[in-house]
């Protein structure tokens, strides 16, 4: 071969160890994207360190066996998981690739967040959902009494019943044509309680807890305050987030977040020694796949496709509600302090019912917007919610809401207008 072939050759594995290097030693968001091709050597960079991928005996070996090369493709021949037993953080002696790649996930995960608006000092990435990772939180601080700010999404119920903690359910209340947290209701009951969780990120017509008024309850009071921020971390409300002290745990969604499968979720804090001691509390190693997917996406995207993606959807979410508005058949509602979320209603309730045109457009395939009727009631295992989903306001409307989530396109909304708008005038 003639030696500018050769050349070239070495200049492109200089540039690719150049890319490794850096990411090695920053452990940052590069600020413009990999090629999937630079991920992929990555991925089999890191995964090449693990003793499943060396040639030895492996006699006794319990772990690491895989039997399909469909599988041993999909994860890029990582087969060890994350942590070791009693420690999620840990890392694994027969797994340097592993624990480097978790290792790296996690800093680019607080790289993230902190271009977002909150300064997480650490992060934890659980192979589990916002349900069961509110769980683990309650199950490692040892709560017995859990004060929960109404937000009708039954997952964070059901952790806190799961945990065997009890539950008080903060009420909400109906103001002006939205719904807010009672906190005049958790001043009173805070001495009963060992914890409070708010909610940041809500379907309308809620509007997300006000951090300034509980951090100072339960900043006053002592008490830990965890926060259900499952899709809000390309919201605004991050920014509230990091003012207040008085938040130990913040939960969020990797799927809602960060447009990979459903598979885990972040939780973090700007207090690192917190997160540290809730993964030394865990039973057992974890799955490392959402490991995976969050370190392809975030370096695919680089920090100029995140805040693009930020970019789009607050466009989207404008222009989702000014195309709306130009029905005259309906009156579109926003929140305070929801830039993902908003509602709409019909003027003519008795003509347009709101359950059937918010079939009729599943059945069109839109499946993002959802119908909340008067009079639904969810039991749960010591109380009872009416209402459920409207947040207990019964004298609302029925009404279709609607959501502007990271990743949406133009023509998501100008198809859904075109549905709509054929499905109002089937009615006529």
């Known amino acids: 071969m003639k030696m500018p072939y ?4 070495k200049e492109r594995e200089n540039a690719y160890e150049n890319v490794k290097n850096q990411l090695i030693s920053s452990q940052q968001i590069p600020k413009y994207g990999y090629s999937q091709h630079i991920i992929q050597q990555l991925l089999f960079y890191f995964s090449s360190a693990d003793f499943n991928n060396h040639q030895s005996s492996g006699a006794g070996e319990r772990e690491g066996r895989v039997f399909s090369s469909l599988v041993q493709q999909r994860h890029y021949g990582f087969s060890h998981g994350i942590g070791r037993s009693g420690d999620l953080l840990e890392d694994q002696p027969k797994a340097a690739g592993s624990s480097l790649l978790h290792r790296i996930t996690r800093n680019l ?36 009494t859990i004060a929960w700010i109404r937000m009708d999404q039954k997952s964070v119920p059901k952790a806190i019943q799961l945990s065997g903690a009890k539950i008080i359910v903060i009420n909400t209340i109906a103001k002006n044509n939205y719904v807010i947290g009672d906190y005049n209701q958790l001043e009173l009951i805070i001495n009963d309680v060992d914890c409070v969780i708010s909610t940041t990120s809500c379907f309308s017509p809620r509007v997300p807890d006000n951090m300034q008024q509980i951090c100072q309850i339960v900043g006053k009071n002592k008490k830990y305050h965890i926060v259900n921020n499952a899709y809000g971390i390309h919201s605004e409300i991050m920014h509230q987030l990091n003012k207040y002290p008085s938040i130990n745990f913040v939960v969020s969604s990797l799927d809602k977040n960060f447009m990979i499968p459903v598979s885990g979720c972040l939780i973090y804090s700007k207090y690192k020694q917190q997160i540290q001691d809730l993964g030394k509390s865990y039973a057992g190693r974890a799955s490392g796949s959402q490991i995976i997917d969050l370190f392809i996406t975030l370096l695919e995207l680089g920090q100029m496709g995140i805040a693009q993606l930020q970019k789009q959807r607050r466009n989207i979410f404008e222009l989702f509600v000014n195309e709306l508005q130009k029905i005259p058949q309906i009156v579109v509602t926003t929140i305070p302090d929801n830039d993902i979320s908003f509602y709409f209603y019909f003027t003519d309730q008795s003509k347009y019912e709101a359950k059937k045109i918010s079939s009729e457009l599943f059945r069109s395939g839109i499946s993002g917007s959802k119908a909340l009727i008067k009079g639904k009631t969810e039991f749960f295992q010591t109380f009872i919610l009416e209402d459920f989903g409207r947040g207990g306001v019964h004298d609302f409307p029925d009404y279709i809401t609607c959501a502007a989530s990271i990743g949406m396109q133009q023509t998501e909304v100008y198809n859904y207008i075109k549905k709509l708008k054929q499905i109002i005038s089937s009615v006529q």
Do not use: R, W
């Not at 050769?6 to 050759?9: D, T, Y």
């Not at 000092?121 to 769980?135: A, H, R």
């Open 6 to 9: 050769i050349e070239l050759i």
């Open 109 to 144: 995960a607080c790289h993230a967040l902190q271009k977002c608006g909150f300064q997480a000092k650490d992060t934890l990435i659980t192979p589990f959902c916002v349900g069961m990772s509110i769980n683990y939180i309650i199950q490692h601080l040892k709560l017995k």
